[in-house]
């Protein structure tokens, strides 16, 4: 029971991360980045290859970072000037040619078996050896992330966001430079996504293109939507209840041959009841009353 | 108050996660032997896992209509892994520790058998893969077992078909995975040392309904006969298109697509399309299946139902044979696959707990798969 | 040149199903400005509504369980806007989203329930004619002919009917069309009844061309979404065009790359044109739809 306990907390930990990352670029920014998954896998791929050719696990980790970080340069330069629907599409897109080049690029990526064998986390020496300690190390990495964000966004860089979301003319209007802006909030926002996948690389310790569908980052849109656009903390308190609720279905018994659609349609329609009655999510984004006059 | 009543709404909705992750009934150890299986049963993937299934349901029928095993009826509890490594290990944990099962029928899949596999080996529980066949799996250790034949098996007796049908110049056309690779892979490194001469190989992708520009091309190689492995749903699609674009040649398909979704999919194209099939050389086995499984299901046996037969009743006949306990049935499959004989054949095993196999040919003759006349 | 030729035929096969599936999804986004994720489940369904009546205990014959499917499609649509869409009409665009991949996993998951998740086929046999060097067979023939057939029936429902007044009024602004005394909830049920309907033809279409799966409406999403975004959003003959484009130069560009990479191609192009021009071939440029521009 325990191990159990631990994975599912382990996955909410690694799930929640990606979930404040998409909560920058679409809850805050309104980004719609519908190639989550393939910064997650990016981020998942570029850690396994660095500890599997010997760098060591921070080193692989910032790694990981790095290389979503820069993907998301490469993408975002020509398409952030994109009217939001249309940058939805081309990121959808990314994922899908990315996912092409995992399951392609044999020689690098293993195929469609993938990345095996990948290290175990290990800090100064010290291997975290139990789910345990990986559980602890995650959740630091959760709070850390969550602490930075809440930095970030309650800064005047975070207010210029959220403006950007409201009515971009209008933030130009007031002499930001909005395009800057936008292209922060994908680095930053990919970068997470990035360490959210090296460390579920390094937890699992098998990584395959099948880990990294769109239909995970769906899953996440789900919970920032149901968790409050732009509220972190209701992104974490989302993802608990999704993971958990999700997995939780296993244990009601419900006849095999049906169990596994059945759990897709409740799952469906209570986002659908929940979208519609909760249109703010279980915790509405704090916004400041700002006076109309200064700032 | 709006905040105090949102407070409220979202405490309630944690308390009923929790309370349905808490609310576990016990399996209890009481009369039945659990078994657990993990496979995709939603999902792109969905339909693979669903035919395992059955598969596994008509074995414990039988099983359970004859008595049991040692006189305690099986039941199984199946979880679905959607196709990826993080819910298969959810799933693999909660099979191992909450319902305590000392063997897991395992996934189609060979990426999320490798996942789990490791899983299996450090909680003592075996594994037994119906369809994987990945040559790692080979080093996972000794709790796993794979009832199919190796590709290695496939792609050799690719080429005594090859040299049956008297054809020197072939295409191979594969599903671009783990699967479809090692077959071809295997095939053409024998084929070629046996001094026959690959035209193209063309791979195809998953999930894809027009496979047009992909029988132009093998059409252009002109190879006189084609061999192609999938499971199922592209090939099907793959032998109806090469019947439209008229590329009339013998197509011998791998041990997956001798099933009746190809039947179904490619139509009229699927008469006289030839395939190999593991089985024992005597045809009652399969004909008894294959009524059984028409009886209960009203249908052809659907893709990889036999193997998934088979794993379960090795695995029952292991129960007998070593007890109700991971090593006992870890010792009992070695013993049962001595003498096993079931509709996907033989399956003495190697060191490694890998199925032997042992091949028929068949062929669609008035939409149906049977044994070839040689 | 035999070769290109067949290639262009096939190209126009799997185009003429993109530019079905693409129209219903343009024509939402024209009027609601959401991008309708539930659409290729939709088709989805009306597939699996016209396998249910030709191959139950009704057997139905295919043509009239076409179009009975069709028409209980294009009800699943309206009933589906009513539930899911209405509700969040003035919600942030995000809304509406969420609840469109809500429904899709809804309509996949009951008919997994429903009729199963194996494969299915209509079974109906073909003969395969030679035009020339080119092979088709008739139930390409078929879908050819039905999908030019419908979208000049669109064409003309759009220029030459009332309701087609109506739709693009509500499009352009539907404060203002309401203020103008224009039924608007009636216009938009339209607008879903319509997608819903073309939707199901061509998954109908992509059925009998090849099979049934009840994952199969998220690959019809993606490929007329990319068509509906290629041909400029809300632009109806857009989304034909692109439809068209994306067919052909997925079928003639696996001649020449390996076609591991066929869903790339899509993303590919479409990556491009956008870069190209950021508003699609034919969309406006501030980037508000209207189905008649």
Redesign the interface.
Known sequence: ?????L??LI?VAIYAILSISLNLM?GTTGLFNLGLASFYGLGAYSSALLAKAGAPFLAALLGGIIISMLMALLISL??L??????L???T???G??TR?VF??WVDLTG????L?NIPKASLFGYQLQSRMEYLIFAVVVLILTYFFMERLLGSPFGRVLRAVREDEMAAQAIGKNTFKFKLWSMLIGSGIAGLAGAL?AHY?????P??F???LT?FI??II?FGG?GNNLGAI?AT??FV??R???????LP??????????L???L??FA??Y??KG???ERTQRVKPVGD | MKGKRRFAWMTGMLMMGLLLVLSTAPAGAADPYTIGFVNHLTGDMGPYGQSLKKGVDLAVDQINAAGGVKGHPLKVIFEDDRGQAADAITAFTKLAEVDKVPVVLGSASSTVTLAICAKAQESKVVLVSSVSTAPSLKECGKYFFSMMVSDDAQGEEWVRVANHLKVKNVAVMFINNDYGNGVKNVFVKAFTAAGGKILIEQPFEDGGKDFRTEVLKVKQAKPEAVFIVDHTAEGAIVIKQAKELQLSVPFVTDVSMVAKETLEGAGAAAEGVMGVRAASPSGPVWEKFKADFNTKFKTEPTIWADFAFDTMMMVAKAIELGGYSADGIQQGMFKAGETYVGPSGTKKLNPHGIALGTFEWVVVKNGTWVTYQK | MDVLLQLIVNGVIAGGNYALAAIGYTMVYGILKFINFAHGSVAMVGAYAAFVLATSALHVPMVPAFFLAVLFTAVLGVLIEKAAYKPLRYAPKLAPLTTAVAVSFVLDAAVMILVGTEIKTYAVPFEVYSIGPVFITSIQVIVIVASLVLMVGLHLLLSRTRLGKAIRAVADDLDLSEVAGINTNFTISAVFAIGSALAAASGILIGLDSNLQPTMGFLITVKAFAAVVLGGLGNVYGAIVGGFIIGLVENLGVWYIPPVWKNSIAFGILILGLLIRPTGLFGSKDNTGGVLQ
């Open positions: 029971m325990t191990e159990i306990v994975h599912l996955i679409t020509p398409t000037q994109l009217v939001g629907d249309y939805a599409v081309v959808m897109g990314l899908e040619i092409s399951k392609n195929g469609f078996m993938g095996r579920f699992i310790g098998v990584i395959s099948a880990d569908v769109m239909w769906f849109f789900l939507m656009l308190v608990i209840l958990l609720g997995e939780g279905l296993r244990f009601v018994g095999a041959s049906i169990s596994a659609p059945l759990q897709q349609i799952f469906g329609l986002l659908i979208t519609i909760l249109p279980l915790i509405p």
